[in-house]
């Protein structure tokens, strides 16, 4: 029986598609995915929706029948290593993607047919650039094209019918250690994506390509002098005050910010009222903290950027001066509720560093600054009248100085949170977090600057949070106002996958082993197990197809938690220091690209 809720959806796909027709192609776009993007029966973006919240109304899939979810098709992609994201779901159509050599696969939803594949070739050789496994976390929709950023740094924009290429455009250089991995983000008739390389001395920026041709709009470094930053010196704010001119040059040594990272590999969301683009950049280059001092700005920052422009409205900057590669390009989540009785439009972020930070998104305001993970020991809090953290002398790679190596540090270098994104509940109110309960040992050293070369300069060990529940992973759920732990589950390996909420009260998510999870929104109460062909590190998406809802994941083990089997590495520091955290993961799953789709018996 379809409800009113279906009723509704299906009210919205016919009016996406009377906008279609009566606005030109070229203008349309926004429209189409603001409209899109509230009919739950499809997946049109990596978040679901511009606020990146991963939620769906779907409930024909609830609390109490979840228990009787079965497999009802699978499809193999004949690709290994890492599958992060998520597909999309259009229509009556399945755009799947993969890792390198980032294929698209293209399935009529009727027959589970392939209707079409596009198979980029790319040269190998950038494999050897890519930091942490070959992954790629998902395509973009928008005017009738379908948009992969591959592997060597090519974007592309295929034809949503045949997957014919429409145009393409090469948005860095492998050669210097410039490769992609992230999801772009349609906004209105521009394309919004990032870079990665931050391990290579990579000079991270964002980048917006106009939808029609491929041509650029505008692109802001995140470091730099304020013109190419895309920043006003008196109009950009950081908590609350103007930045002051050349704010990022007067934060580096000399010329350090050519080669000072901040890559931009994450997610990108999108505030439509205010037309602002929001986002998080990487670590700084190198990951000795001794070779460049300052606060290396803007690296570990989030932004908030004019979509039509690109300049920067607001800047906050989570770890000044990093010293253990927390990387703060996790996901910005974009909610409005009520904070201390008064409605705001807000942020929420889940940093490596192990903070959650809940902001005011139209202006940057701090708001809350807490641990989600109860063993970050790194900093003892955040400053809230300076919004900086409060770092723990025995734990600061920098103080203790190069060729030390600075014991017990929580969390690790891939953090309480990487990109594995969290979902928000409109139901609960509460945000759930796959986290990782990791802690490591780092030892900087000096590093010399060659383009195309590993630009690292630590050695670094990994291991359980100590004095735990011997586990790499929680899933929790968070009070994003009071900044507390509502309830977790401890998990024996990290917490890989995005997780979704849905209308029916389960959150869903998938571990490292391959188990796809259905847990009770208020409760953590498991639900609902099933043990796909591979570990699962892709986000949990839902769609309805003929009338019925599906739950779809892609496994395939891999990223920087898998990196070990994925890239057959053994040694304990390798791996950027994952591998011997994660040695026993081989013992519960392999490789294996597959997408799996589960729903309720019929």
Known sequence: MIGVKRLRSSLLAVATVSLTLLFPAASQANDELLKLQQDPDQWVMWGGNYSGTRYSELDQINAKNAKDLQVAWTFSTGVLRGHEGGPLVLGDTMYIHTPFPNKVFAIDLKTKALIWEYSPKQDSSVIAVMCCDTVNRGLAYSDGKIYLQQADTTLVALDQKTGEVVWKVVNGDPKSGGTNTNAPLVVKDKIITGISGGEFGVRGYLTAYNTKDGSVAWRAYSTGPDDEMLVDPEKTTEMLKPIGKDSSLESWEGDQWKIGGGTTWGWFTYDPE????????????????????????????????????????????????????????????????????????????????????????????????EKFDPAVNWATHVDMETGRPQVVAKYSTGQNGEDVDTKGICPAALGSKDQQPATYSERTGLFYVPTNHVCMNYEPFEVAYTAGQPYVGATLSMFPAPDSHGGLGNFIAWDAEKGEIVWSIPEPFSVWSGALATGGGVVFYGTLEGYLKAVDEKTGEELYRFKTPSGIIGNVNTYVHDGKQYIAVLSGVGGWAGIGMAAGLEGDTDGLGAVGAYRKLSDYTQLGGVLTVFALPN
């Open 274 to 369: 205010l037309n602002l683009v929001y986002y998080g950049t990487g670590n700084p280059s190198t990951w000795n903290p001794s070779q460049r001092p300052g606060d290396n700005k803007y690296s570990m920052t989030i932004i908030a950027r004019d979509a039509d422009t690109g300049m920067a409205k607001w800047l906050y900057q989570m770890t000044p001066h990093d010293e253990w590669d927390y990387d703060g390009i996790n996901e910005m989540i974009l909610v409005d509720k009520k904070f201390n009785g008064k409605d705001r439009k807000l942020l929420v972020h889940f940093d490596r560093n192990g903070f959650g930070y809940t902001l005011d998104r139209a202006t940057g305001e701090l708001l809350v600054a």
